[in-house]
């Protein structure tokens, strides 16, 4: 297969080298990883399942011995793993993780790992809800962090895209971050390639903008790609039409944290003439597939860094064509180890890919859609709740389990709480008080504490959403 890639340029870490380069110590493992990513993805399927195996019987063995969730519930050993079927019915024998398990073992700290191999790095710490408004806590370690940048550096890879352009991105930033009419702007496209790429400029719009700024933002800033959420792409593809502002340098559009659906794609297309790419990624287990860069929309699981299991309720895996409950593996975080855990999303099986990639095939993902928020004065805005939101969430109410916000009218907010025994005076107080404090002073907030949480029509528990009738 024929790929037309723009150079990339190595930096050298080392004084008097300039080229070839010589990369620091963490660029080297990155480059590692990535020369062995460009090999393994034309493995054949059955090799990449065995090389798996191998990793995921290091994974269990280390998370029996250091945490303390895992020491009953995983098997002593797995079977060989060139003994496909039985290690496949011994893995799938493994109970389902479940976010309240996770939840209820974090709060006595029993899903850390007490210790870290050496060389593994330190514990770092992330809020996420995943949509289903269920906060859990995520530790991952910094070799996780290099595995993850080796998948954000293929993606580019994948859909040939040179470094040297502008990203532009507009996604939840923290409160008061980004903010416009500025946003944020730096030199380097982050973390993924610090060090060791030469790349153009990073700049970001807080995802709370309202979405006729956004395009205005967008059109100054010019960029070569775009990054956001599907709902605020096509929401900007019709500002920007409607006020006739133009992208011409625009090259990719880059679709994270929610379900791209056709539909979208499509749109977005159409109002600005360049292709989506799709991304399957989740704050907890990181990248689950990328899209292929020869037969979208086809998605590929990203097996050198997760296992993922698509199963039926009753376990049995999901053939081609099927639709399923997503289990996610984690393969390299060590720190807080996620053992088949259901991350709350359901995704259809695909086929073998015709582009020869011997990883698994997503050809559809389900159940991860949001409503936005309806502002007193006109307009909407993203709700979408950032770590340092969900931790200060956790903080004011610390027996919460589950929440859920209603937007009731235009200038009123229920925020509904599931908790550990019965929720107090000043947590309802505190509780209210951060909902005004992130959506704004302008609603009424009522506080109600629940037994249980109401589902969608779809079944899926859902963290936002908006109960009033459309504007005409
Ligand atoms: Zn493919």
Known sequence: MHHDRPPIDVVSAMPGIAWPALPSAPGAALLALLFQLEGTQWWPAER??????????????HARAEVP???TRLPAALPDPGDAAAWEAAWRAIPVLTRDEIQAADASESMLAHRLPPGHGEYREVFTSGSTGRPVRAVRSQVWELAWSAFTMRDHLWHRRDLTGTMAVIRESGHGKAAYPDGDSQQGWGFSGAGLFESGRLVSLNVTTPADRQAEWLARQDPDYLLSHPSILV????????????LPRLRQVIAIAETLRPAARAAIEAAWGVPVIDIYSTREAGYLALQCPDHPPHVHVQSEGVRVDVEHDDGRP??????GRVLVTPLHNLAMPLV?????????VGPPCPCGRGMPVLTRILGRRQNMLRLPGGGRRWPLLSSGDLGALVAAVPGLRQYRIVQTAIDALRLEIVAIGPLTEAEAAAAAGWARAKFGEGFAVTVQALAELPRSAAGKAEDFVCDIPDAP
């Open 235 to 246: 929401r900007l593809a019709a500002e920007t039409r409607a006020a006739g502002l133009r």
């Open 340 to 348: 088949r855990y259901d991350i709350g999303d359901a995704a259809e």
């Open 318 to 323: 999901c053939a081609p064509g099927e639709t």
């Open 69 to 71: 969730f895992y020491a």
């Open 48 to 61: 990449i399942a065995r090389a798996q195996r191998r990793q995921l019987a290091a994974l269990v063995e």
